[in-house]
Protein backbone atom coordinates (compact mmCIF):
# COMPACT_ATOMS: atom_id res chain seq x y z
CA UNK A 1 0.00 0.00 0.00
CA UNK A 2 1.21 3.58 -0.60
CA UNK A 3 1.56 6.37 1.54
CA UNK A 4 -1.20 8.09 -0.26
CA UNK A 5 -4.24 5.99 0.11
CA UNK A 6 -3.05 4.11 3.41
CA UNK A 7 -5.85 4.41 5.87
CA UNK A 8 -5.23 2.80 9.15
CA UNK A 9 -9.00 1.71 9.21
CA UNK A 10 -9.01 0.25 6.37
CA UNK A 11 -6.08 -1.79 7.41
CA UNK A 12 -8.04 -2.22 10.92
CA UNK A 13 -10.82 -4.05 9.24
CA UNK A 14 -8.81 -5.99 6.35
CA UNK A 15 -6.47 -7.27 9.07
CA UNK A 16 -8.91 -7.99 11.38
CA UNK A 17 -11.24 -10.02 9.13
CA UNK A 18 -8.01 -11.89 7.84
CA UNK A 19 -6.94 -12.93 10.65
CA UNK A 20 -10.71 -13.68 12.52
CA UNK A 21 -11.24 -15.93 9.03
CA UNK A 22 -7.47 -17.44 10.04
CA UNK A 23 -8.31 -18.55 13.61
CA UNK A 24 -11.81 -19.92 12.61
CA UNK A 25 -10.04 -22.17 10.26
CA UNK A 26 -7.25 -23.31 12.55
CA UNK A 27 -8.97 -23.67 15.85
CA UNK A 28 -10.98 -27.12 16.01
CA UNK A 29 -14.78 -26.40 15.52
CA UNK A 30 -16.82 -25.66 18.14
CA UNK A 31 -18.62 -28.94 17.50
CA UNK A 32 -15.87 -30.73 18.24
CA UNK A 33 -16.20 -32.97 21.20
CA UNK A 34 -16.36 -32.11 24.15
CA UNK A 35 -18.50 -29.83 22.86
CA UNK A 36 -18.58 -27.01 25.88
CA UNK A 37 -14.55 -27.00 26.10
CA UNK A 38 -14.41 -26.12 22.18
CA UNK A 39 -17.09 -23.57 22.94
CA UNK A 40 -15.54 -21.88 26.09
CA UNK A 41 -12.25 -21.68 23.79
CA UNK A 42 -14.37 -19.85 20.83
CA UNK A 43 -15.72 -18.13 23.11
CA UNK A 44 -12.88 -15.88 24.41
CA UNK A 45 -10.89 -15.87 21.10
CA UNK A 46 -14.43 -13.96 19.13
CA UNK A 47 -15.38 -11.99 21.84
CA UNK A 48 -13.78 -8.89 20.36
CA UNK A 49 -10.53 -8.39 20.57
CA UNK A 50 -8.56 -5.96 18.96
CA UNK A 51 -6.19 -8.19 17.63
CA UNK A 52 -3.18 -5.51 18.22
CA UNK A 53 -0.61 -8.51 18.61
CA UNK A 54 -1.65 -10.61 15.08
CA UNK A 55 -1.83 -6.81 13.25
CA UNK A 56 1.25 -6.29 14.36
CA UNK A 57 2.80 -9.45 13.04
CA UNK A 58 1.08 -8.85 9.65
CA UNK A 59 2.56 -5.18 9.43
CA UNK A 60 6.07 -6.26 10.20
CA UNK A 61 5.40 -9.51 7.59
CA UNK A 62 5.27 -6.37 5.21
CA UNK A 63 7.92 -4.08 6.53
CA UNK A 64 10.32 -7.57 5.41
CA UNK A 65 8.25 -7.55 2.13
CA UNK A 66 6.36 -11.05 3.16
CA UNK A 67 2.86 -11.67 2.86
CA UNK A 68 -0.01 -11.76 5.17
CA UNK A 69 -0.42 -15.73 3.81
CA UNK A 70 2.72 -16.70 5.50
CA UNK A 71 2.33 -14.52 8.60
CA UNK A 72 -0.95 -15.84 9.38
CA UNK A 73 -0.16 -18.91 11.47
CA UNK A 74 1.75 -16.92 13.42
CA UNK A 75 -0.36 -14.03 13.75
CA UNK A 76 -2.80 -16.76 15.06
CA UNK A 77 -0.69 -17.83 17.58
CA UNK A 78 0.46 -14.81 19.24
CA UNK A 79 -3.33 -14.18 19.51
CA UNK A 80 -3.85 -17.90 21.04
CA UNK A 81 -1.36 -17.29 23.52
CA UNK A 82 -2.32 -13.11 24.54
CA UNK A 83 -6.18 -15.03 24.59
CA UNK A 84 -5.04 -18.08 27.09
CA UNK A 85 -3.11 -15.83 29.50
CA UNK A 86 -6.72 -13.00 29.70
CA UNK A 87 -8.79 -16.56 30.65
CA UNK A 88 -6.43 -17.50 33.35
CA UNK A 89 -5.54 -13.83 34.46
CA UNK A 90 -9.34 -13.02 34.71
CA UNK A 91 -9.97 -16.43 37.31
CA UNK A 92 -11.01 -15.39 40.80
CA UNK A 93 -7.77 -16.76 42.39
CA UNK A 94 -5.77 -14.20 40.13
CA UNK A 95 -7.42 -10.90 38.82
CA UNK A 96 -10.99 -11.95 39.85
CA UNK A 97 -12.61 -10.10 36.43
CA UNK A 98 -15.92 -10.40 35.59
CA UNK A 99 -16.06 -8.22 32.46
CA UNK A 100 -13.31 -8.46 29.58
CA UNK A 101 -13.89 -6.78 26.29
CA UNK A 102 -17.20 -5.32 28.01
CA UNK A 103 -18.30 -9.49 27.90
CA UNK A 104 -18.26 -11.76 30.84
CA UNK A 105 -15.62 -13.45 31.23
CA UNK A 106 -14.62 -17.16 30.61
CA UNK A 107 -15.28 -18.51 33.82
CA UNK A 108 -18.44 -16.78 34.55
CA UNK A 109 -19.74 -18.11 31.10
CA UNK A 110 -18.70 -21.48 31.59
CA UNK A 111 -17.44 -22.19 34.68
CA UNK A 112 -13.84 -21.93 36.57
CA UNK A 113 -12.92 -25.47 35.50
CA UNK A 114 -13.89 -25.22 32.35
CA UNK A 115 -12.07 -21.73 31.96
CA UNK A 116 -8.58 -23.24 33.12
CA UNK A 117 -9.26 -25.89 30.37
CA UNK A 118 -9.82 -23.31 27.61
CA UNK A 119 -6.87 -21.36 28.58
CA UNK A 120 -4.57 -24.29 28.48
CA UNK A 121 -6.12 -25.40 25.63
CA UNK A 122 -5.21 -22.09 23.78
CA UNK A 123 -1.70 -22.61 24.77
CA UNK A 124 -1.47 -25.60 22.96
CA UNK A 125 -2.88 -24.65 19.68
CA UNK A 126 -0.44 -21.78 19.39
CA UNK A 127 2.06 -23.85 19.41
CA UNK A 128 0.41 -26.65 16.97
CA UNK A 129 -0.51 -23.05 14.64
CA UNK A 130 3.29 -21.88 15.37
CA UNK A 131 4.74 -25.79 13.60
CA UNK A 132 1.96 -25.39 10.81
CA UNK A 133 3.65 -22.20 9.69
CA UNK A 134 5.60 -22.80 6.57
CA UNK A 135 9.49 -22.80 7.09
CA UNK A 136 11.84 -20.25 5.78
CA UNK A 137 15.33 -19.72 4.25
CA UNK A 138 16.46 -18.72 7.40
CA UNK A 139 14.28 -19.73 9.98
CA UNK A 140 12.93 -23.34 10.48
CA UNK A 141 10.55 -24.38 12.45
CA UNK A 142 12.95 -24.65 15.38
CA UNK A 143 12.99 -21.23 15.41
CA UNK A 144 9.42 -20.60 15.05
CA UNK A 145 8.55 -22.27 18.06
CA UNK A 146 11.64 -21.24 20.35
CA UNK A 147 10.74 -18.08 19.92
CA UNK A 148 6.87 -18.20 21.05
CA UNK A 149 8.29 -20.33 23.71
CA UNK A 150 10.34 -17.66 24.72
CA UNK A 151 8.16 -14.97 24.93
CA UNK A 152 5.22 -16.69 26.45
CA UNK A 153 7.68 -18.80 29.41
CA UNK A 154 8.40 -18.45 32.87
CA UNK A 155 11.17 -15.88 31.89
CA UNK A 156 8.98 -13.61 30.01
CA UNK A 157 4.62 -13.77 29.68
CA UNK A 158 4.05 -15.64 32.81
CA UNK A 159 7.11 -14.37 34.76
CA UNK A 160 5.57 -10.83 34.24
CA UNK A 161 2.47 -11.82 35.22
CA UNK A 162 3.59 -13.81 38.37
CA UNK A 163 6.15 -10.79 39.82
CA UNK A 164 2.23 -9.00 39.24
CA UNK A 165 0.64 -11.21 41.63
CA UNK A 166 3.43 -11.12 43.84
CA UNK A 167 4.23 -7.43 44.07
CA UNK A 168 0.42 -6.29 44.69
CA UNK A 169 0.53 -4.30 47.65
CA UNK A 170 3.91 -3.76 47.59
CA UNK A 171 5.62 -0.32 47.06
CA UNK A 172 7.96 -1.15 43.63
CA UNK A 173 10.59 0.94 42.32
CA UNK A 174 10.06 2.27 38.75
CA UNK A 175 12.57 -0.58 37.37
CA UNK A 176 10.70 -3.11 39.51
CA UNK A 177 7.68 -2.11 37.85
CA UNK A 178 9.63 -2.46 34.17
CA UNK A 179 10.53 -5.53 35.21
CA UNK A 180 7.03 -6.59 34.94
CA UNK A 181 5.86 -4.64 32.30
CA UNK A 182 8.00 -5.86 29.76
CA UNK A 183 7.45 -9.53 30.65
CA UNK A 184 3.51 -8.90 30.98
CA UNK A 185 3.17 -7.18 28.01
CA UNK A 186 6.23 -6.54 25.97
CA UNK A 187 7.75 -9.91 25.55
CA UNK A 188 4.54 -10.79 23.15
CA UNK A 189 4.12 -7.52 21.15
CA UNK A 190 8.03 -8.01 20.52
CA UNK A 191 7.29 -11.57 20.05
CA UNK A 192 4.55 -10.78 17.42
CA UNK A 193 6.81 -8.32 15.42
CA UNK A 194 10.00 -10.96 15.10
CA UNK A 195 7.31 -13.71 14.13
CA UNK A 196 5.55 -11.71 11.35
CA UNK A 197 9.67 -10.26 10.46
CA UNK A 198 10.58 -14.14 10.57
CA UNK A 199 7.58 -15.41 8.31
CA UNK A 200 9.09 -13.07 5.53
CA UNK A 201 12.84 -14.67 6.19
CA UNK A 202 13.84 -11.29 6.75
CA UNK A 203 17.56 -10.39 7.13
CA UNK A 204 19.45 -10.20 10.89
CA UNK A 205 19.58 -6.35 10.71
CA UNK A 206 15.64 -6.22 10.18
CA UNK A 207 15.13 -8.62 12.75
CA UNK A 208 16.65 -6.34 15.28
CA UNK A 209 15.26 -3.38 14.39
CA UNK A 210 11.89 -5.20 14.72
CA UNK A 211 12.88 -6.31 18.33
CA UNK A 212 14.03 -2.72 19.11
CA UNK A 213 10.57 -1.57 17.69
CA UNK A 214 8.28 -4.15 19.89
CA UNK A 215 10.27 -3.62 23.15
CA UNK A 216 9.17 -0.17 22.83
CA UNK A 217 5.79 -0.36 21.39
CA UNK A 218 4.92 -3.12 24.11
CA UNK A 219 6.20 -0.94 26.87
CA UNK A 220 3.91 1.97 25.89
CA UNK A 221 1.30 0.05 25.46
CA UNK A 222 1.65 -1.16 28.84
CA UNK A 223 2.27 1.89 30.09
CA UNK A 224 -1.07 3.69 28.52
CA UNK A 225 -2.81 0.49 29.19
CA UNK A 226 -2.46 2.26 33.04
CA UNK A 227 -2.82 5.18 32.38
CA UNK A 228 -6.96 4.63 31.03
CA UNK A 229 -7.41 2.06 34.29
CA UNK A 230 -7.15 5.52 36.33
CA UNK A 231 -8.16 8.23 33.05
CA UNK A 232 -11.30 6.19 31.75
CA UNK A 233 -14.66 4.68 32.93
CA UNK A 234 -15.76 0.80 32.87
CA UNK A 235 -18.47 2.04 30.09
CA UNK A 236 -15.19 2.81 27.69
CA UNK A 237 -12.80 0.19 28.23
CA UNK A 238 -15.12 -2.53 28.13
CA UNK A 239 -13.54 -3.92 31.88
CA UNK A 240 -13.47 -2.93 35.14
CA UNK A 241 -11.57 0.49 35.43
CA UNK A 242 -9.95 1.47 38.24
CA UNK A 243 -8.79 -1.95 39.22
CA UNK A 244 -5.51 -1.03 39.68
CA UNK A 245 -5.81 0.90 42.14
CA UNK A 246 -8.09 -1.17 44.10
CA UNK A 247 -6.45 -3.80 43.83
CA UNK A 248 -3.28 -2.18 44.83
CA UNK A 249 -1.15 -2.99 41.71
CA UNK A 250 1.74 -1.14 40.44
CA UNK A 251 1.48 0.88 37.82
CA UNK A 252 3.00 3.91 36.07
CA UNK A 253 0.75 6.64 37.49
CA UNK A 254 0.84 5.39 40.67
CA UNK A 255 5.23 4.89 41.01
CA UNK A 256 5.78 7.63 38.68
CA UNK A 257 2.88 9.92 38.67
CA UNK A 258 0.40 10.23 35.85
CA UNK A 259 1.99 12.94 34.07
CA UNK A 260 5.45 11.79 33.65
CA UNK A 261 3.62 7.94 32.66
CA UNK A 262 2.87 10.31 29.27
CA UNK A 263 6.09 11.29 28.60
CA UNK A 264 7.23 8.22 29.12
CA UNK A 265 4.56 6.36 27.12
CA UNK A 266 5.52 9.60 24.15
CA UNK A 267 9.31 9.03 24.50
CA UNK A 268 8.97 5.06 23.99
CA UNK A 269 6.69 5.17 21.02
CA UNK A 270 9.53 7.93 19.10
CA UNK A 271 12.33 5.25 19.90
CA UNK A 272 9.85 2.85 18.81
CA UNK A 273 9.75 5.31 15.29
CA UNK A 274 13.53 5.51 15.40
CA UNK A 275 14.01 1.47 14.94
CA UNK A 276 11.64 1.72 11.80
CA UNK A 277 14.70 3.76 10.60
CA UNK A 278 16.17 0.60 8.97
CA UNK A 279 13.16 0.34 6.54
CA UNK A 280 12.09 2.30 3.57
CA UNK A 281 8.89 4.37 4.28
CA UNK A 282 6.46 3.25 2.36
CA UNK A 283 7.20 -1.12 3.84
CA UNK A 284 6.24 0.67 7.58
CA UNK A 285 3.11 2.58 7.15
CA UNK A 286 1.30 0.10 8.77
CA UNK A 287 3.70 -0.53 11.72
CA UNK A 288 4.10 2.96 11.64
CA UNK A 289 0.28 3.75 11.81
CA UNK A 290 0.00 0.69 14.59
CA UNK A 291 2.16 2.67 16.73
CA UNK A 292 0.89 5.82 16.77
CA UNK A 293 -3.00 4.55 17.01
CA UNK A 294 -1.51 3.25 20.61
CA UNK A 295 -0.79 6.21 21.57
CA UNK A 296 -4.19 7.72 20.65
CA UNK A 297 -6.67 5.48 21.72
CA UNK A 298 -8.45 5.93 24.55
CA UNK A 299 -9.44 2.57 25.63
CA UNK B 1 21.01 -54.73 27.16
CA UNK B 2 20.34 -58.76 26.82
CA UNK B 3 17.75 -60.40 28.00
CA UNK B 4 19.53 -62.38 30.85
CA UNK B 5 20.71 -59.44 32.37
CA UNK B 6 18.22 -57.19 32.26
CA UNK B 7 16.70 -55.47 35.43
CA UNK B 8 14.00 -53.79 35.34
CA UNK B 9 14.74 -52.51 38.75
CA UNK B 10 18.00 -51.24 37.28
CA UNK B 11 16.46 -49.67 34.24
CA UNK B 12 13.76 -47.38 36.34
CA UNK B 13 16.90 -46.39 38.72
CA UNK B 14 18.72 -45.45 35.75
CA UNK B 15 16.65 -44.12 33.28
CA UNK B 16 14.67 -41.81 36.62
CA UNK B 17 18.21 -40.08 37.52
CA UNK B 18 19.09 -39.59 33.83
CA UNK B 19 15.93 -38.05 32.86
CA UNK B 20 16.04 -35.79 36.39
CA UNK B 21 19.30 -34.35 35.24
CA UNK B 22 17.67 -33.47 32.09
CA UNK B 23 14.95 -32.05 33.89
CA UNK B 24 17.26 -30.18 36.09
CA UNK B 25 19.39 -28.77 33.00
CA UNK B 26 15.86 -28.02 30.66
CA UNK B 27 13.99 -26.28 33.41
CA UNK B 28 15.49 -22.26 34.21
CA UNK B 29 17.13 -22.53 37.44
CA UNK B 30 14.95 -21.75 40.60
CA UNK B 31 17.03 -19.20 41.27
CA UNK B 32 15.45 -17.88 38.15
CA UNK B 33 12.94 -14.45 38.69
CA UNK B 34 10.56 -14.09 39.79
CA UNK B 35 11.91 -17.19 42.25
CA UNK B 36 8.70 -18.13 43.64
CA UNK B 37 6.99 -19.37 40.16
CA UNK B 38 10.53 -21.16 39.33
CA UNK B 39 10.07 -22.64 43.09
CA UNK B 40 6.93 -23.73 42.29
CA UNK B 41 7.73 -25.24 38.59
CA UNK B 42 10.43 -27.60 40.31
CA UNK B 43 8.48 -28.62 43.38
CA UNK B 44 5.71 -30.12 41.41
CA UNK B 45 8.56 -31.84 38.77
CA UNK B 46 10.83 -33.05 41.74
CA UNK B 47 7.95 -34.33 43.63
CA UNK B 48 8.44 -37.71 43.24
CA UNK B 49 6.87 -38.72 40.19
CA UNK B 50 7.37 -42.17 38.82
CA UNK B 51 8.63 -40.91 35.62
CA UNK B 52 6.50 -43.32 33.68
CA UNK B 53 6.17 -41.65 30.25
CA UNK B 54 9.46 -40.47 30.06
CA UNK B 55 11.05 -44.11 30.44
CA UNK B 56 8.55 -45.10 27.94
CA UNK B 57 10.25 -42.63 25.39
CA UNK B 58 13.51 -43.70 26.51
CA UNK B 59 12.44 -47.13 25.61
CA UNK B 60 10.65 -46.52 22.63
CA UNK B 61 14.09 -45.29 21.44
CA UNK B 62 15.74 -48.15 22.53
CA UNK B 63 13.49 -50.45 20.66
CA UNK B 64 14.21 -48.76 17.24
CA UNK B 65 18.24 -48.67 18.18
CA UNK B 66 18.14 -44.85 19.30
CA UNK B 67 20.19 -43.47 22.13
CA UNK B 68 19.04 -41.92 25.47
CA UNK B 69 20.59 -38.76 24.79
CA UNK B 70 18.60 -37.88 21.94
CA UNK B 71 15.51 -38.79 22.94
CA UNK B 72 15.74 -36.75 26.29
CA UNK B 73 14.47 -33.48 25.52
CA UNK B 74 11.14 -35.24 23.94
CA UNK B 75 11.55 -37.52 27.90
CA UNK B 76 11.61 -34.30 29.65
CA UNK B 77 9.09 -32.53 27.72
CA UNK B 78 6.28 -35.37 28.03
CA UNK B 79 6.96 -35.07 31.89
CA UNK B 80 6.30 -31.28 31.40
CA UNK B 81 3.01 -31.67 29.86
CA UNK B 82 2.13 -34.44 32.29
CA UNK B 83 3.21 -32.33 36.12
CA UNK B 84 1.39 -29.41 34.64
CA UNK B 85 -1.68 -30.92 33.96
CA UNK B 86 -1.15 -32.97 37.64
CA UNK B 87 -1.54 -29.31 39.28
CA UNK B 88 -4.04 -28.11 37.35
CA UNK B 89 -6.28 -30.82 37.51
CA UNK B 90 -5.32 -30.66 41.60
CA UNK B 91 -6.96 -26.93 41.78
CA UNK B 92 -10.03 -26.53 43.89
CA UNK B 93 -12.05 -25.50 40.75
CA UNK B 94 -11.16 -29.02 39.07
CA UNK B 95 -10.36 -31.97 41.29
CA UNK B 96 -9.55 -30.18 44.06
CA UNK B 97 -6.89 -32.84 45.63
CA UNK B 98 -4.63 -31.58 48.51
CA UNK B 99 -2.36 -34.42 48.16
CA UNK B 100 -0.05 -35.93 45.07
CA UNK B 101 2.51 -38.40 45.06
CA UNK B 102 2.57 -38.32 49.08
CA UNK B 103 3.05 -34.23 49.47
CA UNK B 104 0.73 -30.98 49.23
CA UNK B 105 -0.22 -30.18 46.27
CA UNK B 106 0.95 -27.59 44.81
CA UNK B 107 -1.56 -25.13 44.88
CA UNK B 108 -1.69 -26.07 49.02
CA UNK B 109 2.27 -24.88 49.08
CA UNK B 110 2.09 -21.73 46.83
CA UNK B 111 -1.50 -20.66 46.27
CA UNK B 112 -3.93 -20.94 43.50
CA UNK B 113 -2.91 -18.24 41.32
CA UNK B 114 0.86 -19.11 41.62
CA UNK B 115 0.00 -23.34 40.80
CA UNK B 116 -1.90 -21.62 37.94
CA UNK B 117 0.84 -20.54 36.33
CA UNK B 118 3.65 -22.94 37.36
CA UNK B 119 1.51 -25.14 35.30
CA UNK B 120 1.01 -22.88 32.23
CA UNK B 121 5.08 -21.94 32.33
CA UNK B 122 5.43 -26.03 32.38
CA UNK B 123 3.17 -25.90 29.24
CA UNK B 124 5.40 -23.72 27.72
CA UNK B 125 8.56 -25.23 28.90
CA UNK B 126 7.27 -29.17 27.16
CA UNK B 127 7.46 -26.79 23.90
CA UNK B 128 10.17 -24.72 23.92
CA UNK B 129 12.21 -28.67 24.63
CA UNK B 130 10.53 -30.26 22.05
CA UNK B 131 11.94 -27.61 19.86
CA UNK B 132 15.20 -28.13 21.41
CA UNK B 133 15.29 -31.62 19.89
CA UNK B 134 17.64 -32.80 17.66
CA UNK B 135 15.79 -33.30 13.67
CA UNK B 136 16.31 -36.50 12.35
CA UNK B 137 16.39 -37.99 8.73
CA UNK B 138 12.84 -38.54 8.86
CA UNK B 139 11.26 -36.18 11.21
CA UNK B 140 11.81 -32.53 11.35
CA UNK B 141 10.50 -30.03 14.54
CA UNK B 142 7.45 -29.64 12.75
CA UNK B 143 6.58 -33.03 13.44
CA UNK B 144 8.09 -33.45 16.74
CA UNK B 145 6.28 -30.30 17.82
CA UNK B 146 3.04 -30.67 16.08
CA UNK B 147 3.02 -34.32 17.64
CA UNK B 148 3.31 -33.10 21.10
CA UNK B 149 0.77 -30.39 20.26
CA UNK B 150 -2.11 -33.09 18.81
CA UNK B 151 -1.67 -35.65 22.26
CA UNK B 152 -1.70 -32.28 24.99
CA UNK B 153 -4.37 -30.45 23.14
CA UNK B 154 -8.15 -29.59 23.26
CA UNK B 155 -9.07 -32.89 21.13
CA UNK B 156 -6.75 -34.79 23.31
CA UNK B 157 -5.36 -34.72 26.81
CA UNK B 158 -7.73 -31.73 27.90
CA UNK B 159 -10.32 -33.36 25.67
CA UNK B 160 -10.03 -36.46 28.53
CA UNK B 161 -10.16 -33.71 31.17
CA UNK B 162 -12.59 -31.24 29.85
CA UNK B 163 -15.18 -34.84 29.26
CA UNK B 164 -14.34 -36.41 32.72
CA UNK B 165 -15.63 -33.11 34.54
CA UNK B 166 -18.77 -32.80 32.29
CA UNK B 167 -18.94 -36.66 33.44
CA UNK B 168 -18.92 -35.70 36.90
CA UNK B 169 -22.46 -37.55 38.68
CA UNK B 170 -23.62 -39.10 35.78
CA UNK B 171 -24.23 -42.33 34.47
CA UNK B 172 -22.01 -43.33 31.87
CA UNK B 173 -21.23 -46.11 29.03
CA UNK B 174 -18.36 -48.00 27.99
CA UNK B 175 -17.39 -46.16 24.85
CA UNK B 176 -18.55 -42.83 26.69
CA UNK B 177 -15.69 -43.82 29.64
CA UNK B 178 -13.22 -45.08 26.99
CA UNK B 179 -13.55 -41.54 25.07
CA UNK B 180 -12.51 -40.01 28.21
CA UNK B 181 -9.78 -42.53 29.32
CA UNK B 182 -8.20 -42.75 25.66
CA UNK B 183 -8.15 -38.99 25.73
CA UNK B 184 -6.80 -38.29 29.92
CA UNK B 185 -4.16 -41.02 29.92
CA UNK B 186 -3.44 -43.21 26.64
CA UNK B 187 -3.25 -40.09 24.67
CA UNK B 188 -0.15 -38.46 26.11
CA UNK B 189 1.46 -42.21 26.64
CA UNK B 190 0.75 -43.11 23.27
CA UNK B 191 2.66 -40.07 22.12
CA UNK B 192 5.62 -40.45 24.86
CA UNK B 193 6.24 -43.95 22.71
CA UNK B 194 6.21 -41.95 19.42
CA UNK B 195 8.30 -39.47 20.62
CA UNK B 196 10.89 -41.99 21.91
CA UNK B 197 10.63 -43.97 18.15
CA UNK B 198 10.76 -40.41 16.08
CA UNK B 199 14.06 -39.41 18.22
CA UNK B 200 15.30 -42.55 16.57
CA UNK B 201 14.34 -41.72 12.97
CA UNK B 202 12.06 -45.28 13.26
CA UNK B 203 10.34 -46.46 9.87
CA UNK B 204 7.07 -45.86 9.68
CA UNK B 205 6.19 -49.63 10.36
CA UNK B 206 8.01 -48.99 13.99
CA UNK B 207 6.08 -46.02 14.46
CA UNK B 208 2.71 -47.93 13.96
CA UNK B 209 3.83 -50.42 16.10
CA UNK B 210 4.57 -48.30 18.91
CA UNK B 211 1.40 -45.93 18.56
CA UNK B 212 -0.66 -49.39 19.31
CA UNK B 213 1.67 -50.16 22.03
CA UNK B 214 1.45 -47.05 23.55
CA UNK B 215 -2.46 -47.04 23.25
CA UNK B 216 -2.71 -50.02 24.48
CA UNK B 217 -0.94 -49.38 27.51
CA UNK B 218 -2.00 -46.02 27.81
CA UNK B 219 -5.68 -47.45 28.66
CA UNK B 220 -4.78 -50.36 30.27
CA UNK B 221 -2.96 -47.95 32.49
CA UNK B 222 -5.40 -45.96 33.22
CA UNK B 223 -8.33 -48.97 33.88
CA UNK B 224 -5.15 -50.03 36.21
CA UNK B 225 -5.34 -46.59 37.80
CA UNK B 226 -9.61 -46.93 38.57
CA UNK B 227 -8.70 -50.03 40.14
CA UNK B 228 -6.32 -49.07 42.85
CA UNK B 229 -8.50 -45.91 43.81
CA UNK B 230 -11.25 -48.81 45.14
CA UNK B 231 -9.00 -51.27 45.87
CA UNK B 232 -5.71 -49.42 48.04
CA UNK B 233 -5.58 -46.92 50.77
CA UNK B 234 -4.34 -43.42 50.50
CA UNK B 235 -1.20 -44.64 52.38
CA UNK B 236 -0.46 -46.29 49.50
CA UNK B 237 -1.07 -44.79 46.85
CA UNK B 238 0.35 -41.23 47.81
CA UNK B 239 -3.01 -39.90 46.85
CA UNK B 240 -6.60 -39.74 48.08
CA UNK B 241 -7.83 -43.35 47.69
CA UNK B 242 -11.10 -43.56 47.07
CA UNK B 243 -11.64 -40.09 45.30
CA UNK B 244 -13.47 -41.36 42.55
CA UNK B 245 -16.38 -42.89 44.52
CA UNK B 246 -16.56 -39.84 46.53
CA UNK B 247 -16.81 -36.97 43.80
CA UNK B 248 -19.10 -39.56 41.73
CA UNK B 249 -16.36 -40.17 39.03
CA UNK B 250 -17.05 -42.94 36.17
CA UNK B 251 -14.62 -45.30 36.78
CA UNK B 252 -13.99 -49.26 34.78
CA UNK B 253 -14.79 -50.47 38.29
CA UNK B 254 -18.48 -48.49 38.61
CA UNK B 255 -19.47 -48.96 34.74
CA UNK B 256 -18.60 -52.39 33.91
CA UNK B 257 -17.35 -53.46 37.64
CA UNK B 258 -13.88 -54.46 39.16
CA UNK B 259 -12.80 -58.04 38.01
CA UNK B 260 -14.43 -57.63 34.32
CA UNK B 261 -12.35 -54.10 34.59
CA UNK B 262 -8.94 -56.22 35.82
CA UNK B 263 -9.78 -58.20 33.15
CA UNK B 264 -9.81 -55.76 30.38
CA UNK B 265 -6.56 -54.61 31.73
CA UNK B 266 -4.83 -58.08 30.96
CA UNK B 267 -6.33 -57.90 27.26
CA UNK B 268 -5.11 -54.53 26.75
CA UNK B 269 -1.72 -55.41 28.20
CA UNK B 270 -1.59 -58.78 25.65
CA UNK B 271 -2.40 -56.60 22.81
CA UNK B 272 0.18 -54.33 23.75
CA UNK B 273 2.71 -57.36 23.96
CA UNK B 274 1.24 -58.44 20.72
CA UNK B 275 2.58 -54.88 18.66
CA UNK B 276 6.04 -55.60 20.05
CA UNK B 277 6.26 -58.31 17.59
CA UNK B 278 7.12 -55.99 15.03
CA UNK B 279 10.48 -55.68 17.02
CA UNK B 280 13.19 -58.01 17.87
CA UNK B 281 13.15 -59.02 21.61
CA UNK B 282 16.00 -58.00 22.56
CA UNK B 283 15.45 -54.55 21.33
CA UNK B 284 12.04 -54.36 23.58
CA UNK B 285 13.27 -55.87 26.96
CA UNK B 286 12.56 -52.39 28.28
CA UNK B 287 9.63 -51.62 27.05
CA UNK B 288 7.73 -54.73 27.45
CA UNK B 289 8.65 -54.87 31.22
CA UNK B 290 7.67 -51.74 31.63
CA UNK B 291 3.96 -52.87 30.60
CA UNK B 292 4.44 -55.64 32.66
CA UNK B 293 5.42 -53.46 35.46
CA UNK B 294 2.00 -51.36 35.07
CA UNK B 295 -0.25 -54.33 35.90
CA UNK B 296 1.42 -55.19 38.97
CA UNK B 297 2.09 -52.05 40.15
CA UNK B 298 0.02 -51.12 43.59
CA UNK B 299 0.04 -47.75 43.43
Redesign the interface.
Known sequence: MSLKNFQLADFFEQGERFVNSGLKRLL?PSS???K???EA?RYSIFAGGKRLRPLLCLAAAEACRGTWERALPLACAVECIHT??LI?DD?P??DDDDLRRGKPTNHKVY????A??A???L???A??M???CE?TARY???AF??E???A????QL??G???D??AEGEALSRSELQ?IHERKTSALLRCSVRLGGMSADCPPRELDALTEFGSRVGLAFQVIDDILDVTQSTETLGKTAGKDESSQKATYPSVVGLEPSQAIARRLTDAAFKALGAFPKRRVIALRSLAEHLLERDR
Chains 1, 2 share one sequence.
Open positions: PTKPKLHIYSHLAMGEAMILGDAQTCFETAGAGHQVQLARAGSRVAQAALEF
